[in-house]
């Protein structure tokens, strides 16, 4: 129940550091009887994997996964599913000349001064690396929340700093180094993340994750709200800055007559609710919008402070995201379907299976 | 530890429907030792008690607190400090007409459809009266954090539909009906509100809220982290649609080199970050903006269903705010403190006290 | 979350001191659509409460439970259900002479250390006083249970002090001061009692609680067993200082062959297990059975000391139970009946309705 | 918070299958700043593992812990420990012919029936194998106990099935395969033994656990007692049937003016209380004896029946300890260090360090 694990019933516990010897997680409460191989997590992980592209981190690692319980014969037992991926690539000289020194953005101020001790590599325990075990127990409640509901989830970029990417098509996310489900503006994207890379800066993106087929119901108010939930695992995201859900911040300048989504016997006729109705799933797609800030980790320099809060220059070499917002996409869709099964199964404990 | 509770340490839970016999909560973890007075509580009560001014809902309570626990000779002592709210002024009448439609907007379909039976008196449990007893469990954690820590927290309204508000001075804040930090701006905002009002309609609103004198430290990554905490309480406050903190969605646009906070031996530079990075608070502001949708409950006539999902126009009449984000002030503040006091406890219990 | 919590899908969260307003809880994930009446509880509770037998304290308190919230129209809405109990009979004079000193075998001395303030009247939040919310909230635990699965508890009184007490049968323990099952030894019993008071001591005693009809499945190893979780209930109950469960200590000296329930197509034969094998439930009956130590409030003079660690005599009088074990019948049944729902409803999440 | 958890600060997530790659677990909220070393966890597994007397298991393990995050430069990190140990010496086939029948009084009947599935192979997640993780949690937990506050936690043998083991020294514990702290009997220990494996059956065994130096006002009333959660760790421990603190079940027989603890300026005169009154430490020493059932796996043959619940006969070949109980040992002073750790952090998170 401490900082590190997630959910009520079907619950994740994440470990690691990015260049210690090992990350992963503990997937406690999968319902028991599902087929479950590695490969259904590996496909997700490789999706969220450094150096698929130039325009992302160019450390490689494979990022495989190895099911260490909770699987027998191909099938899950209703017990832990421990996942474990090795750090193959960690070259931790890159870092040492930045583990007396704070890196502005980063959370090197902050785990310091909480700790009093902190691994540096990488930067250890905040790195996004530790994105991937989320990833992989996702992969898990993606699977299970398909063939149970026939729910799924989809992620892609909206935004790439100042560059709006208007929505084609769903059909393009997965063809373009960018999540981008436009492919027309792939090539201007591709420029202005060159130029940057050159420059040594980094930027920010917006990224729009939905859900749909989600049942009627899950949710559990005052509180435990599906939004609320929804909201804490995605501002949990390294760089995340804002998340809204259905109209988020337009809905300031709406109209309650505008606003309130009408119904029929057909269905709503709008969703500015964003498929969520008083912390309860309405049935309606699940429309999420984040906001991610730019890359700490930049050649550019930067003004900060040592341990002994002397003046420094910190500038960041090694192998970095330019745009951390690109790899978030599959990891959103893995941050949603997370949310989405726990309260599945505690809809399914308090009310039963209708 | 089910949907109506929150925090780890300095855990509330909150029960009670708009017009059943009383709302209330329990607090437990509050750390022993400190004076607490009923007029503490009834203070923070009193901000966000209905009837207040012509612009918010006219249904009179007076909100009176009860501490019925925890607190001995004046002195809390550690043990659950429960508090009662008896409702007075439930009309039910009022909303007999829409038992069985479900207004738009409402949580009256996603509850009915999750539960198969609800209290549809005054919106029952997904009634924004429920946050009362989150005001008073916050007013313990406000007094506590400023005691303990000098830590201050202020919301106040910068935005009522497209009218947006300058900051003049926290100072203006209680002195208004709209939380405005700006008197000048109030003329506009009472003109404004009549017209709505006249017209039976409705309106969002943006809020922000800022902590002062948060130490270094609190946040637990990478799930219980700090921003993510604050998103999920505030996402779980009735109404609320955006949440962001520091730059928000503005960091979209923003290069590595000016969004990242730069530090010099006195201090940060900027505030990009909100005043948390890597999930933890570094001991600046931290602030964060909320998106309110406009009230639910309108006189417009609008389209939905009944229960057999026959075709209904629903009016909906009573007593309601027109704007629910002028009453969410108060609240935010006290979510805010919950938060804090969580995580100054857990950070005391993992890492001693500094 | 927090001490004062119990149960994950089925929460319990008690508040209250002996001599203050009032004693409650809130229950929240009852699952909706029960029909749950004030009297439901209220019987409980009257087999719990204080006065019904010259054995038994002389405090007067009706224990009327009143209920705030979660029922609608009679039926439960699966929100929190709050249950209010006010204190009458406070007599706090009597605890004045104890306010400075620690009576021996009570928890004045740790909670003085722990929280360095307490509320001295009638043992304040430790009082055994405080199970009557656990009785209450029980009470619909017990009635979902039985509506279920036809699930029934019952517990009994089978030693008191050195007087064994033969079981005879069930229908007898609701017709005598001493949940015996056995009438013919009340008189016995009685005496015993007579005389016990007479010299102002106190004795301890055995209870045994039986569930019948839980269905297979129950628990959730290896941490949260079912066993362990009964265990954990059942020793935080004021005053017990054993639990067994099975065969219990008489297992240490039985050989494997003896010990292990063999099984036929009819079913086990024998329950040397308790109905619990790896932390799950085997559908057999749950038997456990509990130490409870004398009552601590008596009028025999002890040494102890007072805040100052200066040496004192106390004694205490007041209207205490001679023997806490009597009254624990009814509250023992409610605990056993907390834990099951909640593995019931844990059960329907992970692993749905078979 | 699924089942698989345990602890509120100091978390511990448990996870593998007797056969399957690995077992392991994630220990989330160790404070930071300790040192730590892969030693000071083996020498603990060391004592439970197997194969080191012919009185236990032959399974040959070496039980090789790999810390694989959480330490950085041989110090705590306050980030989660995650450990992993190989399975080595898994022969499954030892298992295949109990695939499909309930061995008698083995968890196979309740695991299958609750889960659909299993892992059959060495008792899959049902196997006392699970303890070790366990094990290597409560290593940490020992080590930051015995820096913090100097605690020191011991538990032997005192019984093994009818033979009364007298106390003599804790000195001889770790001196002979018994955990006896009395040299003298381990010859008609190991006799016993000897006839006891000859005949292919298994016996129970009595363990007692003490904590030392505890400082006063560890637990939290009036659900996570220290007793409670005592009671909770201890029966979730495979094959305990019944847990006593302080007199236990002897508590029955006792008056009040014998049993109550009398205090002195000097301190307290008995310990009938097993350093705990009101759920809270006392500072003396936490008593806690155990009842532990003969091992299930004999040679014996039994009646049982298989999945098709047809009547069939079974006797488990294969690998087992005679008597669980002895390997209980160093697991139970783990489960201690972990119940102490977590409340140890609790209350200085809600009450400060005095």
């Known amino acids: 129940m401490s900082g590190n694990s997630l959910g009520k019933l079907f619950c994740v516990t994440n470990f690691g550091e990015s260049h210690g010897p090992a990350i992963g997680c503990v997937v406690d ?26 325009h992302v981190t160019q450390r490689q690692e494979k990022d495989e996964v190895e099911i260490l319980s909770g699987v027998y014969n191909g ?8 996942l474990l991926i090795r750090n193959i690539d960690a070259r931790s000289k890159d870092y040492s000349n930045i583990a007396e020194a704070f890196r502005p953005g980063h959370a ?18 905040s ?8 990833v992989a127990a996702g992969a898990i409640a993606k699977k299970w929340l398909f063939e149970t509901y026939n729910i799924s989830i989809s992620a892609y970029m909206s935004q790439l700093g100042k560059i709006s990417i208007p929505f084609i098509s769903y059909d393009y996310i997965d063809k373009n180094p960018f999540f981008s489900p436009n492919m027309e503006i792939v090539p201007e994207l591709e420029n202005y993340m060159d130029l940057l890379r050159k420059n040594g800066d980094s930027i920010g993106a917006r ?9 009627v119901g899950l949710g559990e108010p005052i509180y435990d709200r599906l939004d609320a939930d929804i909201a804490h695992i995605m501002m949990g995201l390294n760089a995340v800055k804002a998340v809204s859900i259905g109209s988020g911040f337009d809905c300031i300048g709406q109209l309650g ?33 984040l906001a991610i800030k730019p890359t700490s980790s930049i050649r550019v320099e930067r003004n900060s402070v ?9 500038q960041t070499f090694g192998r970095h995201d330019p745009c951390v917002g690109i790899r978030a996409v599959p990891i959103v869709e893995s941050m949603m379907a997370i949310i989405l099964i726990d309260h599945a199964l505690r809809y399914r404990g308090q009310c039963g299976i209708k």
Chains 1, 2, 3, 4 share one sequence.
């Not at 099938?75 to 421990?82: D, M, R």
């Not at 090197?108 to 325990?125: E, L, N």
């Not at 990224?207 to 049942?215: D, K, L, M, Q, W």
């Open 29 to 54: 409460g999968c319902p028991p009887g599902m087929k479950l191989d590695h490969l259904d997590i590996q496909s997700e992980l490789d999706r969220r994997k450094p150096g698929t592209s130039r």
């Open 207 to 215: 990224i729009e994750v939905v859900a749909n087929n989600v049942p």
């Open 108 to 125: 090197d101020y902050s785990y310091w001064h909480k700790y009093g001790v902190r691994d540096p590599r990488g930067g250890g325990r």
């Open 257 to 289: 007559s505008e606003h309130g989504d009408e119904i029929t016997p057909g269905g709503f006729k709008s969703n500015n609710s964003g498929g969520i109705l008083g912390g309860i799933s309405t049935g309606q797609p699940i429309n999420v919008s």
């Open 127 to 134: 790195s996004a690396r530790l994105t991937a075990p989320t």
């Open 306 to 314: 040592n341990k002994n809060n002397e003046a420094v220059v910190v």
């Open 75 to 82: 099938v899950t037992t209703g017990t832990p599913i421990a």
